[in-house]
């Protein structure tokens, strides 16, 4: 029988956290990732990590958590952290393995995303979500050089790699440090955008309307703009779709 996630912490059952806690099982929803101990998640999955600075930041938030874990089983591990991470069962552990792409030394941004992409299409909703995230800060340090790199991620066939080029590189975000050059300057965005402004998949779909939703608080009549044009040049329904959601906020 399939299980059906928690849509608070409250509803999860005890026998369902202690499995999200060893490591055993894979969350359904976000409350159930919130709510899974760090400390004892570590002890389980990372026996080499000393798990007591993840039980003293149990009332951080949650991204500070996963950067805490990282950093914590690539010091114990070093490289070799990513590899027993992203092969891990429990989601929030492979979730884990992204961020500690992101805190790994010496390495440029373009060997970080050829690490990323097994992460960036992972069957689990949160780690494709953790993937961009894990590596946001060195994106947001070199966007040009990210727009340059993930341009042939647009044409990918997987509609999780088409959808990284487009989220990991949003001038805003969520749960993120903002990327300060798109942000005064979207235009160069356009690398990733324009081959998905009809994209046929609505996880795409939806993430390219985020970028410009972001876009158009800085510079809403260039995204106008940039909409009409797209409505004039792809009058489909995709492209419709990430117009209308674009400027639900103008």
Not at 77 to 93: F, I, P, Q, Y
Not at 126 to 140: C, D, K, N, S
Request: glycine share 6%; hydrophobic share 50%.
């Amino acid at each position: 029988m399939t299980r059906k996630g928690a849509r608070s912490r409250a509803e999860i059952e005890p026998e369902v956290l202690a499995a999200l806690n060893a490591g055993t099982a894979e969350t359904l929803t976000l409350p159930e990732g919130l709510a899974i101990d760090f400390a004892a998640l570590m002890a389980a999955a990372c026996p080499e990590v000393d798990p007591a600075p993840l039980a003293a930041a149990k009332e951080d938030g949650i991204t500070r958590r996963m950067a805490l874990a990282a950093r914590l089983a690539v010091e114990a591990l070093g490289g070799g952290a990513v590899v027993v991470l992203a092969e891990h069962a429990s989601d929030t552990v492979r979730g884990w393995a992204a961020y500690a792409i992101g805190a790994l030394p010496h390495l440029t941004l373009e060997e970080r995303l050829a690490m990323i992409r097994p992460l960036a299409e992972d069957r689990h909703f949160g780690v494709r979500e953790w993937a961009w995230l894990g590596i946001r800060p060195h994106v947001a340090a070199a966007p040009e050089a990210a727009l340059a790199l993930l341009a042939p991620w647009t044409v990918e066939a997987s509609p999780y790699l088409r959808r990284f080029a487009s989220e990991a590189t949003r001038p805003r975000g969520v749960w993120c440090v903002h990327v300060a050059a798109l942000r005064a300057d979207p235009t160069p965005g356009l690398r990733v955008l324009e081959p998905l402004k009809a994209d046929p998949e609505r996880y795409v779909q939806d993430s390219v309307a985020n970028w410009l939703n972001d876009a158009a608080k800085d510079h809403a009549p260039w995204v106008r703009q940039l909409c009409a044009r797209w409505a004039a040049e792809a009058p489909d329904k995709a492209t419709a779709y990430i117009v209308k959601r674009a400027l639900r906020s103008l």
